[in-house]
Structure formats: C-alpha cells, structure tokens
C-alpha cells in the first residue's frame, strides 16, 4: 500500500514580485531622470543655436568690414538689412580716428525675430587710414604732372 503524504507548503519568509508601492517609487524615479535627461538636451539644443548665430554674426560683420575697407561700401553711417534674409542687419559707423589722418569704423550685426528678440550680435572695430588722404595725394599728384607737361 502507498502511503500519500500530504504535500505542505513551506511558509515562505519573502514575497516574490513587488508591491505597488514599489512601482510607484521606481515610477517616479523614471519620471525624475527623464525630466532631467530632458532639461539637458533642451538646453544643449539652446547653446547650440546660440553658438550658430553668433558664429554667423561673426562671419556677416567680418564681410561687412571688409566691403567697408575695400570701399564697396560707402564710409558713411547708415543700417540695412542684408539682402538674403532680412532679418539680419548691419550698421555702420565711421568716426574720427585715434590718430591723424584716420577713421575708426564700427560694424554691428545683429538677427532679430519677428517677435524682436535678438538671436545673435557681432560688433567689430577698425582703424584705417582716411581714404580721402590717398584721393587729395593722388589729385595732387596727377595736377603737378599736369603742370609740368605745360611748363
């Protein structure tokens, strides 16, 4: 004859799984870290376009500058949009040197949303020499070779 014996559980001492409490604490551990997680990228999204306009301030001041020194530009104050999109500006101011005979030119560029924030800014500055310094040498020069063909 078999003898049946009854099978027991043993008492367990620990719970298998978790309990809701748990879950709501590893919950709002993942709700944190992803707040986080996301704070940081927006604003190393932020410093990045930041950087890309002052990078593109930097370049358009520099152009300006240089159309101003080759006398593309006239040497005289003024503000304009640039023509490939408008809502970058540049001005342009001349003043009187810190020497004899020359000009501290200033250029400014900024971009500006339609909501007028400015996104990025660049200011350059310059000493040249007075361009007119050159034209009354020159004039000077061609009016005495002028005058000694006559003689």
């Known amino acids: 004859m078999k003898r049946h014996r ?19 604490v590893a919950l709002a551990i993942f709700i ?17 376009a930041r950087a890309q306009f ?3 301030a930097t370049l358009r001041a520099e152009s300006c500058m240089a159309e101003a ?3 593309i530009v006239p040497l005289q104050a003024e ?4 023509e490939d999109d408008a809502a970058w500006q540049w001005s342009l101011t001349v003043e009187s040197g810190p020497h004899v005979d020359t000009l501290l030119l200033t250029v400014a560029v900024e971009h500006t949303t339609e909501t007028g924030r400015v996104n990025g800014t660049a200011t350059l500055r310059r ?3 007075d361009p007119q310094l050159f034209l009354n040498a020159a004039s000077a020069s061609s ?3 002028a005058l000694d063909l006559l003689q």
Request: glycine fraction near 6%.
């Open 6 to 24: 009854l099978a027991t559980v043993p008492a367990r001492p620990h719970r298998s799984g978790m309990s809701l409490l748990e879950v709501f």
């Open 32 to 48: 944190a870290a992803l707040a986080v997680i996301t704070q940081i990228i927006s604003t190393g999204s932020r410093a990045s």
């Open 54 to 56: 002052q990078s593109e």
């Open 69 to 71: 020194v080759a006398g």
């Open 79 to 82: 503000r304009k949009s640039f």
């Open 127 to 129: 000493i040249i020499r």
């Open 143 to 145: 009016t005495s070779s």
